[in-house]
């Protein structure tokens, strides 16, 4: 009996196996060229089959040498499923099929942990699929018409003050604001969260600006994006469109070496600055830029030689909360002379109260809104322990810190804004919607935005290839070749018409419950239909 | 939905005129009570205006226990109108033992202190009152204020006037400004305080429609003020609203339109005080009503306004002769009690009208 060397990888040891019909193949070498990871290849195999060579049928059985595609068994370069090979295949002959019997986790820690980018594939829970829209108006109230009626979508952002503490002198039958107030603008419900220019690619990061500057000047949405940590295109940093834009700096201080520079000769203000503390997909850990992103751009927009770009856990010099405000966040007020509203972006914790409270408690009344990331949000690089096993579900969070100041009677003080997981299933309004009605005033959409960009990575370890620079849709890489894949144009244009159905969901959503502006805290519009999401969230249980 | 009115008069009417506003609208209203807050009083409380009138419904033992209450907080008895029930059998309505207006002097402490003063301690006073009762379910307490007198009961609007006797004009119930309605208002449980008119501090309010608010206005009012409490109606909001706008941040009135139905983004960056009104959106976003309603306020001062929602889903008309203007929801009311004013000149306001009427019977629309 032949001794089988049963600690060889093989195959069937990997998340993906390649279903592959020679009969269909015609060796174009198509599906070669597309696969990103080398996880194919053409290669010989040894066939038993039957020829008939004759002009009459003369079957005979024979042994033959013929070219086929074969998967590569190696850990490095394991298929991730991402289906290029399928999508450029002329003739049906090869796709990749999910392997349940794989053994990755097993095999690929040999040299470290193992380092992905996505989402967590674990904590793929919907409680907000067990939660409906379930108070309509049936003649105690008339629904509205969602195509008639006037909707005032829009949420603040930035620091509110009490009404008892606004500065309103009375003259005459009139109010008059007598003393500057903090700046409080007023955006669209969703904002396109914090990738940055590095994590994505110029042209995916192009393709969202593209989208946004479109929304707010073509459509009426004002729309936000963040920058994410990795600063941004000079040009569009003294541009008039760097308004759509939220800045954001995050513990590496990436890019802000430029956009400092950049500040004399801006002619808007920046849409608002978002100081990242945390982020819900790998809470604890800093950004990672993995050396084989940093392309030179990168280099050059960061002010970075190539290698990793690890950014640290903690912001630097912050060691308390009462430090971040004094500190940071008075200083990206001052910078921008108190025009632009200041957040904060914190993962989901256990602690979310405890920040939030103190935030709400500040004296300084500086902290513009309190953006919440669960565990569910994405990441372009991390390890799969962070993604898979730490982090914290964002609706909860959010409901707690709603009403933790309901409690104080400072709801609405700093706008919460929550992520991680809004619109998994690609219904991002319903999410939204069901988000507000528990008081969030807004919501941050990140891997739905760039899924409509072409990104095929999922919940269910489907590509999630991110941080390898390999990315086959040209979203997340800096190669340039695979950045010819990503069409800005129709990336940007998906992404606008998808937010004008997000628009157009949100009315339908609103006008069954008779309202016309958003029901920012109004849980009795919700109904769950699970026992324990009901009494956690404090809504109605229906069943 | 209920129909809700409000009379105001330069010379003193008789609840009769209330009923006789609010019965012909009756196929609008579905017969479930019957309330009123009768303001500028004449007649058998026209001498002790600026004594403060407590209006009690509650048993004999709740009685006790407000009398004693009353004297150990140093609040001295003037007088007392005890109304003489009429309770035939068969009348479709829940009675309570006694019915108990009365005037009281302030304690001697309070005597000299200032308005404000005084005010909170007939604030305080009610709700330990209200307390008090609700522990052994011995009694409501509906307004503790000068010049101010409540009634409210469960029942047939018809028989609650025979039984009160409201239909007989003896000259001792008299008032300038009376609000009211016809139904105990809730969609909820039938509790007494749910009915509106609403009261605090000078403040009344009645209103109808859903508010679709309710949840996020109740958990804001709660935190505002010691007094925004029981929310057994979601229409207290707008009372309460009311006051917190007009008594505690003293903004002028028009202000309270644009605090429950703020303008559009659209209609409001056109605007010359835009940043006021932003400012006022924003910090009062909980306070925004959103559903279907129409507004009758009454002010401490006597005015009288109304205003709606913002898409006018509850309509309201105002009427007048020159010596008495009426606002109520349909011009059938008006009609019964008006017959002689010029329907010509009746207001149906618009979603973002508001109306004044001033105690020289005045009539000021303005739009927000």
């Known amino acids: 009996m032949e001794a089988v060397k049963t600690q060889d990888v093989s195959v069937n040891d990997l998340p993906w196996k390649i279903a592959y ?93 193992i380092k992905r980018g996505g989402r967590t594939n674990l904590n793929t829970q919907r409680t907000l699929d067990a939660i409906v829209v379930g108070r309509i108006s049936q003649m105690t109230d008339p629904s509205l018409d969602s195509e008639r009626h006037t909707f005032d979508i829009r949420s603040p952002f930035g620091r509110i003050m009490l009404a008892k503490d606004l500065p309103l002198k009375v003259e005459g039958d009139n109010l008059v604001q007598a003393e500057r107030t903090p700046p409080v603008h007023w955006i669209y419900p969703a904002i396109f969260s914090d990738m940055s220019i590095g994590a994505l690619s110029l042209r995916a990061w192009e393709a969202i600006a593209l989208a946004t500057a479109y929304l707010n000047e073509h459509c009426g949405m004002p729309v936000r994006m963040c920058s994410g940590e990795g600063g941004m295109p000079i040009k569009l940093l003294e541009s008039e469109q760097l308004k759509y834009v939220i800045l954001q700096i995050a513990s590496g201080h990436f890019g802000w070496n430029r956009i400092i520079k950049a500040m004399p000769r801006m002619k808007a203000d920046p849409g608002g600055v978002l100081i990242k503390i945390g982020q819900g997909a790998k809470p604890g850990d800093g950004g990672l830029l993995p050396a084989a992103k940093v392309a030179p751009h990168i280099q050059s ?28 966040h008075l200083s990206l007020n001052a910078a921008f002379g108190f025009r632009v509203p200041v957040a904060i972006k914190c993962a989901a914790s256990a602690t979310s109260v405890s920040v939030y409270n103190n935030l709400l408690r500040d004296p300084y009344r500086i902290c513009g809104g309190f953006f919440i990331d669960g565990i569910q949000g994405g990441t372009g690089a991390a390890n799969e322990v962070s993604l898979d096993h730490t982090g914290h579900p964002v609706v909860s969070k959010l409901r707690d810190c709603y009403l933790a100041a309901v409690a104080q009677g400072l709801q609405g003080q700093i706008p919460l804004w929550a992520g991680g997981g809004i619109g998994m299933t690609g219904n991002a309004a319903a999410d939204a919607f069901k988000m507000l009605c528990l008081g969030a005033n807004g919501v941050i959409i990140g891997k739905i935005v760039i899924q409509l960009l072409g990104c095929i990575g999922n919940e269910r370890g489907r590509c999630n290839a991110c941080s390898t620079g390999k990315c086959p849709t040209g979203i997340c890489t800096q190669d340039p070749r695979l950045l010819k894949r990503l069409d800005v144009d129709r990336g940007a244009q998906r992404l606008v018409d998808y937010m004008l159905a997000f628009d157009s969901e949100m009315r339908k959503l609103l006008a069954p419950v008779g309202n016309s502006s958003l029901p920012v805290g109004r849980s009795d519009a919700l109904v769950a239909t699970d026992k324990a999401v009901a009494d956690k969230l404090g809504i109605q249980y229906a069943c | 939905m209920c129909r809700i009115g409000s009379i105001k008069s ?34 058998a409380f026209g001498h002790y205006k600026h004594k403060p009138l407590l209006s009690l419904a509650c048993t004999r033992k709740g009685l006790k226990l407000a009398n004693a209450f009353m004297e150990e907080r140093g609040f001295v008895q003037l007088a007392e109108w005890m109304p003489e029930l009429k309770r035939r059998p068969g009348l479709r309505m829940a009675t309570m033992p006694c019915y108990v207006y009365r005037n009281y002097d302030y304690p001697e402490l309070y005597k000299e202190k200032p308005l404000q003063e005084r005010e909170d301690l007939l604030l305080d006073t009610r709700l330990e009152l209200r307390r008090l009762l609700e522990e052994g379910n011995n009694g409501y307490v509906y307004s503790f204020w000068p010049d101010v007198l409540t009634l409210k009961e469960i029942g047939d609007p018809l028989d609650i006037a025979e039984c009160f006797r409201l239909w007989d004009d003896d000259g001792q119930l008299m008032a300038r400004n009376i609000v009211t309605q016809c139904r105990q208002n809730t969609n909820y449980a039938i509790v007494r305080y749910a009915a509106h008119p609403f009261f605090i501090q000078g403040y009344t309010l009645c209103a109808n429609g859903e508010n679709t608010f309710y949840t996020k206005n109740t958990e804001c009012q709660r935190s505002l003020h010691r007094g925004y409490i029981g929310f057994e109606s979601d229409s207290q909001n707008f009372l309460y609203t009311l006051h917190y706008v007009l008594h505690e941040l003293k903004w002028p009135i028009k202000y309270y339109k644009h605090v429950i139905t703020p303008l559009p983004f659209i209609e409001a960056d056109q605007r010359a005080d835009r940043r006021e009104l932003y400012l006022i959106r924003e910090s009062l976003a909980h306070l925004e009503i959103n559903g279907p309603n129409t507004v009758i306020g009454l002010l401490p001062e006597g005015q009288m306004f109304t205003c709606c929602d913002s898409k006018k889903l509850r309509p309201v008309v105002v009427g007048g002769d020159g010596n008495t203007v009426c606002i109520t929801s349909e011009v059938c009311g008006l009609n019964e009690i008006l017959p002689n004013r010029d329907p010509a000149a009746d207001i149906y306001p618009n979603e973002r009208e508001m109306v004044v009427i001033d105690n020289d019977m005045a009539v000021q629309r303005w739009k927000q």
């Open chain 1, 301 to 328: 927009i960061r002010g970075v030689p190539k290698a990793t770009l690890a950014s640290p856990p903690n912001h630097q010099g912050l060691y308390s909360i009462e430090e971040s405000v004094q500190k940071m």
């Open chain 2, 10 to 43: 330069r010379t003193p009417m008789h609840p009769s005129v209330a009923l006789r506003l609010m019965l012909p609208q009756q196929e609008g209203h579905d017969n479930s009570g019957f309330a009123m807050v009768m303001q500028d009083l004449a007649g």
């Open chain 1, 21 to 113: 019909r020679h009969d269909l193949c015609t060796m174009c070498g198509s599906c070669v060229a597309a696969c990103t990871f080398g996880a194919i290849e053409a290669s010989m195999a040894r066939r038993s089959i039957v020829v008939s060579r004759r002009s009459f049928p003369e079957p005979e059985q024979k042994h033959v040498a013929r070219p086929v595609i074969r998967q590569r068994s190696t850990i490095p370069n394991a298929c991730v499923g991402c289906g290029m090979c399928e999508k450029i295949c002329p003739n049906g002959a090869i796709a990749p099929v999910r392997n349940p019997d794989g053994r990755f986790p097993l095999l690929a820690r040999s040299s470290g942990p």
